[in-house]
């Protein structure tokens, strides 16, 4: 059940809001001015070739690198103050094959409690029931006792976004959810996905291109070589007309710090 949102953050309507924001790696920019807002409840795909900057956009939202100029708040607030963490669910590109992840399905996806879980104590009926549910939404519930490393890409993908479920947020930033996953995976994932959309829920995504998503997709933002390009409509095939919906018309298309403790499993390469 998604959490009720407090006295102060319900005065602002903006999940995210990023302002001029430029990323540097070596020295070479990967974002450049970049501004976007979104909005409590939108779906918002993030596009674009790879190198665009897309994944480093949402490392930067997460303060999972730093800002070289720039700012971004979360719910109203700058993002070096913001400490309600267990309201984000991050669902990195793939889960690490390093020692540090627990090895089966119900251990990654109780690690998604860590913000609520009680210290030196083991999980309770609440968390537990919590991850069943969990498991339940993304159609796992029978591979709980398997090791992770047992599953497709596909299902391994899926325990990532149960894991973010299992700690109650109702926003997710997902990177990259679909790549390399199988068509019936694709299928599976978009259905969990629909299904926190109709919750309420304020969801993220980069990808490569819509695919299942396609239908639940009201707004894409498009980026090329560090700048915005287009954010509004998404893209649809010819003659497939666009529903309805606000089109949001960057500001700053054309324009030319401190990390926050997201639980992360690992971001593998950069964008």
Not at 100 to 120: A, K, Q
Not at 209 to 221: A, D, K, N, Q, Y
Request: proline fraction near 8%; aromatic fraction near 2%.
């Amino acid at each position: 059940m998604l959490p009720q949102a407090s006295p102060a953050e319900t005065s602002s309507p903006l999940a995210f809001s990023v302002r001029d924001a430029v990323v540097e790696y070596d020295r070479r920019p990967v974002l450049r001015g970049v501004s976007l807002d979104v909005r409590q409840g939108e779906v918002v795909a993030v596009l674009g070739a790879n190198g665009s900057g897309k994944s480093t956009l949402l490392r930067a939202m997460l303060g999972l690198v730093p800002l070289a100029g720039g700012e971004v708040s979360v719910r109203g607030v700058p993002l070096r103050r913001f400490r309600d963490w267990g309201r984000i669910g991050y669902v990195p590109q793939r889960l690490s094959a390093g020692g540090g992840v627990p090895s089966t399905v119900r251990e990654v996806v109780t690690s998604g409690r860590i913000n609520r879980l009680r210290r030196f104590l083991p999980p309770s009926a609440a968390d537990r029931a919590a991850v069943d549910d969990a498991l339940a939404s993304v159609g796992l519930g029978d591979r709980a006792g398997d090791s992770v490393h047992e599953l497709s890409g596909g299902q391994q993908q899926r325990v990532l976004i149960a894991r973010a479920l299992a700690g109650g947020p109702d926003v997710f930033v997902m990177d990259e959810p679909m790549a390399g996953v199988d068509a019936a995976n694709q299928q599976a994932l978009a259905r969990t996905i629909e299904g926190l959309s109709n919750r309420g829920a304020t969801v993220v995504l980069v990808l490569h291109e819509l695919g299942p998503l396609e239908p639940l997709i009201r707004r894409s933002v498009t980026l090329d070589h560090g700048v915005i390009a287009h954010d509004g409509a998404p893209p649809r095939p010819e003659g497939d007309c666009a529903r309805p919906g606000h089109d949001h018309v960057h500001p700053h298309a054309d324009a030319d710090r401190t990390p926050a403790a997201v639980p992360v499993i690992e971001v593998s390469r950069r964008d």
